[in-house]
């Protein structure tokens, strides 16, 4: 069975760093793609940063670019989310997603297989 369990979300003033992990299990992890995706309230689900399977390839969405940094360790299962500098507009909750083609990197949430439950980040000024 396929769990993908967010974790490290908190509140933290603006300037402030978070550090998310998400821990899969169930598939092949290294055969897939991972996303990290966010919801703010009264907003729709937006990419946030991706990356390919063996980390190879990586796409962040303008917002985060410089900020955040994806990374993932396929001996642990794990794929991470680094966010540096967060604003108050980072404020989400957050969700990472598997995709089953591991070598491309996609926004298109619709285009991933498995997802976590999710982990809120808020930022207070």
């Known amino acids: 069975q396929v769990h993908l369990v967010e974790s490290g979300g908190g509140l933290v003033q603006t300037g402030g760093s978070l550090r998310l992990s998400c821990a899969a299990s169930g598939f092949t992890f290294s055969s897939y793609a991972m996303g990290w995706f966010r919801q703010a309230p009264g907003k729709a689900r937006e990419f946030v940063a991706g990356?390919?399977?063996?980390?190879?390839?990586?796409d962040y969405t303008d917002s985060v670019k410089g900020r955040f940094t994806i990374s993932r360790d396929n001996a642990k299962n794990t794929v991470y989310l680094e966010m540096n500098n967060l604003k108050l507009e980072d404020t989400a909750l957050y969700y990472c997603?598997?995709?089953?083609?591991?070598?491309?990197?996609?926004?298109?949430?619709?285009?991933?297989?498995?997802w976590g439950l999710g982990t809120q980040v808020t930022v207070s000024s």
């Open positions: 990356i390919s399977g063996i980390g190879r390839s990586t």
């Open positions: 997603a598997a995709r089953g083609m591991a070598y491309r990197v996609e926004r298109n949430s619709e285009t991933y297989n498995y």
